[in-house]
Nanobody, 125 residues
Framework: QLQLAESGGGLVQPGGSLTLSCAAS????????IAWFREAPGKEREGVSC????????YYGYSVKGRFTISRDNAKNTAYLQMNSLKPEDTAVYYC??????????????????WGQGTQVTVSS
């Protein structure tokens, strides 16, 4: 069983930066691909970024590519999402999620069996 907990959200001005953390507890963190999703009011949950467990391959949603960076420290059982050049449209609740091994080529939420509780990111002046 894997438990995930996000932190690091908050209020930031447009153009600013935030780093989210996803702390994992339980078993075999390094076995899982870790992804970040976000959900804005009235919108479907959107895939933001994913990092595979085996080869560290990374994937980004089109709207965040070039601005966000995903990373993980398996020794600390923690994944991160560095967010730069934030825009008001990045405002959402951000969730980390885990599934075995590889990210795959789909942002479907169904394969992700483990989710954190979410952290609010608000980009506003």
């Amino acid at each position: 069983q894997l438990q995930l907990a996000e932190s690091g959200g908050g209020l930031v001005q447009p153009g600013g930066s935030l780093t989210l953390s996803c702390a994992a507890s339980g078993v075999a963190f390094n076995y899982y691909a870790i992804a970040w999703f976000r959900e804005a009011p009235g919108k479907e949950r959107e895939g933001v970024s994913c990092m595979s467990s085996s080869d560290g391959s990374t994937y980004y949603g089109y709207s965040v590519k070039g601005r966000f960076t995903i990373s993980r420290d398996n020794a600390k059982n923690t994944a991160y999402l560095q967010m730069n050049s934030l825009k008001p449209e990045d405002t959402a609740v951000y969730y980390c999620a885990a599934k075995p091994l590889q990210c795959g080529n789909s942002w479907s939420v169904d394969p992700y069996g483990y989710w954190g509780q979410g952290t609010q990111v608000t980009v506003s002046s």
